[in-house]
C-alpha cells in the first residue's frame, strides 16, 4: 500500500499492471463485488441518492470519490462529463476493477487512481469541489471515523456525501449523529437521506456553514 502527497500542480502515481494481495478485497471478492451487491434495493437506493445529490453540479466540478472501490459511479460521472474525477482506495485490486471501467468512459483521461489510507494520505487543502465516502464508515474505528471526516473537510471546497448507519446492530459499529456533528468544522449537515427504508441507514450531505 502507498500514500500519496498531491498538489494541484502534481502528477497523482498511477497503477501498475494489475495488483494482487489487497487487505480484505482481493480475487473473486473484487471482481464480484458488484455482481453480488448491485440488485440489491440499498445499492439501488445509494445509487439514486448519489445522483440526486450531484445532479445540480456542472461540468466544471473535482470530485473525490473515497474509497473508489470498483468505480460503480464511473459511468455516471462519465455520463456527467466531469472533467476532473479523484479515486483513492486501500485495496489496489479493487482499483484494478475500476480501472477497467476507463475503457468504456468518453474521457478517461479526466480519472485518475492511487492506493491511498484515507486516514494517512495527505492532500493539499481546498483542493476538490466535492467528495464521497460511501461504504466507508463500518470499517473504520470510532477514532478514524472522525480523523476520515475531519480530513474531507479540509480537502473539499463545497459538499461532502457519505452513507453513515447512525444506530449500530450487533457487530456493525454505527457513526451516530453525537459523533458526525463532534467532528464537523465549520461544515454543517445540509441533507439526511434514508438508504433503501432503513432508518438505520443514511446518506448525509455536508456543505460549510454560509458566513
Same mark, same amino acid.
Given at each position: ?8 500542480? #502534481? ?22 463485488? #458488484? ?35 470498483? !468505480? ?5 460521472? %462519465?455520463?456527467? =462529463?466531469? =472533467?476532473?474525477?479523484? !479515486?483513492? %482506495? ?34 493539499? =487543502? ?51 449523529? #453525537? ?5 464537523? %468544522? !465549520? ?11 432503513? #432508518? ?12
Amino acid at each position: 500500500m502507498s500514500t500519496v502527497t498531491w498538489a494541484p500542480d #502534481e502528477p497523482v502515481p498511477q497503477m501498475t499492471p494489475r495488483p494482487t494481495g489487497g487487505r480484505k478485497y482481493k480475487g473473486d471478492l473484487a471482481t464480484g463485488y #458488484e455482481a453480488k451487491r448491485g440488485g440489491s434495493a440499498k445499492w439501488k437506493s445509494e445509487e439514486l441518492i448519489v445522483r440526486e445529490m450531484l445532479d445540480s453540479l456542472p461540468a466544471a466540478t473535482s470530485i473525490l470519490d473515497i474509497p473508489m472501490g470498483t !468505480g460503480r459511479f464511473i459511468p455516471y460521472y %462519465d455520463e456527467r =462529463d466531469f =472533467d476532473d474525477v479523484w !479515486g483513492y %482506495d486501500i485495496e489496489p485490486e479493487m482499483l484494478w476493477e475500476a480501472k477497467e471501467k476507463l475503457k468504456a468512459v468518453k474521457r478517461p483521461k479526466c480519472f485518475h487512481m492511487a492506493v491511498a489510507n484515507i486516514t494517512k494520505m495527505a492532500l493539499a =487543502d481546498n483542493t476538490f469541489d466535492v467528495a464521497l465516502m460511501i461504504r466507508l464508515e463500518r470499517w473504520l474505528s470510532k477514532d478514524d471515523r472522525t480523523t476520515a471526516l475531519k480530513n474531507l473537510q479540509k480537502w473539499t471546497r463545497n459538499r461532502i456525501i457519505f452513507t453513515a448507519r447512525v444506530r449500530g446492530r450487533p457487530q456493525v459499529p454505527n457513526f451516530s449523529y #453525537e459523533d458526525i456533528e463532534a467532528a464537523l %468544522d !465549520g461544515w454543517h449537515i445540509a441533507r439526511d437521506e434514508v438508504v433503501a427504508n432503513d #432508518e438505520d441507514n443514511r446518506m448525509i450531505m455536508l456543505e460549510p456553514v454560509a458566513c
